[in-house]
C-alpha cells in the first residue's frame, strides 16, 4: 500500500465543485485502472491564493489531502492525467487557469519516504515534487493536515520552511465537505 498526499487546485469556474468532482474521481480510480482502489483519509480546509507565476489569472483554490492506495505512483499518475483530461483539462497548456490540476506532493510505502525521477509514457514524475517547498498553497493545506512533517529532501518540517517562505497572496476559506 502507498500513501500520498497529493494537491488539488482550481481557478476555472465553480472551484469549490471542481475540486470535489476532483476528490470523488481520485475515489473512482479503478474507472481507469481496473482492481485499484484509494481512500481518502483527509482533506484540507479550502484556500484561495494567487497563481504562480503572477498573472491576471483568476485565483486558485487549493486542497491537499492525504489518501492510501494500492496504486504505485506511476499508476496514481495515469489515474490524474485521466482525471484531469476527463475534467477538460488540455495537457499542453502551461501555467493556464484550468478545472483541475492534481499534484503529487510526498509519498510514502511501508513508512519509507518514496523518491521518484523519471519517465512513465512520456508523463514526467518527480516525488517529492520539486517545487512544493515553494509554494504556500501546498504547504499551508499539508502543515494543516500533518504540521509536523518533515520535508524528505530538505530535512526540516514544513513549518520551518513556510516561516522563510517569501510572501505569498492567500487566504484560508473554509472546510470542504467531501
Not at 69 to 97: A, C, F, M, W
Request: hydrophobic residues 35%.
Amino acid at each position: 500500500m502507498f500513501e500520498y498526499y497529493l494537491s488539488l487546485g482550481s481557478n476555472l469556474g465553480d472551484k469549490e465543485s471542481n475540486l470535489l468532482g476532483g476528490i470523488n474521481s481520485l475515489t473512482l480510480c479503478s474507472k481507469y485502472i481496473p482492481d485499484s482502489h484509494l481512500k481518502i483519509q483527509e482533506v484540507s480546509s479550502i484556500y484561495e491564493s494567487r497563481p504562480i507565476p503572477d498573472s491576471n489569472d483568476p485565483y486558485f483554490f487549493n486542497v491537499t489531502l492525504k489518501a492510501i492506495t494500492n496504486l504505485d505512483p506511476y499508476e496514481l499518475l495515469q489515474v490524474i492525467k485521466s482525471i484531469e483530461k476527463d475534467h477538460g483539462r488540455n495537457p499542453n497548456e502551461i501555467n493556464q487557469p484550468r478545472i483541475i490540476d492534481i499534484d503529487i506532493i510526498f509519498a510514502q510505502t511501508k513508512g519509507n519516504n518514496l523518491f521518484v525521477k523519471g519517465k512513465d509514457n512520456d508523463e514526467k514524475l518527480e516525488i517529492p515534487h520539486p517545487r512544493a517547498h515553494l509554494r504556500a498553497f501546498v504547504l499551508m493545506p499539508m502543515i494543516e493536515l500533518a504540521g509536523d512533517i518533515v520535508h524528505p529532501t530538505i530535512n526540516i518540517t514544513l513549518k520551518e520552511i513556510l516561516s522563510e517562505l517569501s510572501p505569498q497572496t492567500i487566504a484560508k476559506l473554509h472546510r470542504i465537505n467531501y
